[in-house]
């Protein structure tokens, strides 16, 4: 099994900053892409960043220039940094990431979420 613990979240300012974590932990051999999703209240869960084992990266627009995903292959961590932070940043994020399946395919692991509220 595999579990996916993120931490970081919490209240900030509009223009604050925040860093969120997600490590995973169990039985890992290697872990593919990882990735942050957020969910707002009353609205689907999104796309924010993802990023290759090889840390090739993508960013939602909402979110280019202000957040950065990076990620430590040796902790099977994952991070985003978050800058510029807006009201309509608040929202539950979530970590996902894939790992090999016992079909030789991918299986998307998520963790708990977060909570993310950006407000003065």
């Known amino acids: 099994q595999v579990q996916l613990a993120e931490s970081g979240g919490g209240l900030v300012q509009p223009g604050g900053s925040l860093r969120l974590s997600c490590a995973a932990s169990g039985s890992i051999f290697v872990i593919y892409a990882m990735g942050w999703y957020r969910q707002a209240p009353g609205k689907q869960r999104e796309l924010v960043a993802t990023i290759t084992r090889g840390s090739t990266t993508y960013y939602a627009d909402s979110v280019k220039g202000r957040f950065t995903i990076s990620r430590d292959n040796a902790k099977n961590t994952v991070y985003l940094q978050m800058n510029s932070l807006k009201p309509e940043d608040t929202a539950v994020y979530y970590c996902?990431?894939?790992?090999?399946?016992?079909?030789?395919?991918?299986?998307?692991?998520w963790g708990q979420g977060t909570q993310v509220t950006v407000s003065s």
């Open positions: 996902n990431a894939g790992l090999p399946d016992k079909s030789g395919g991918s299986y998307n692991y």
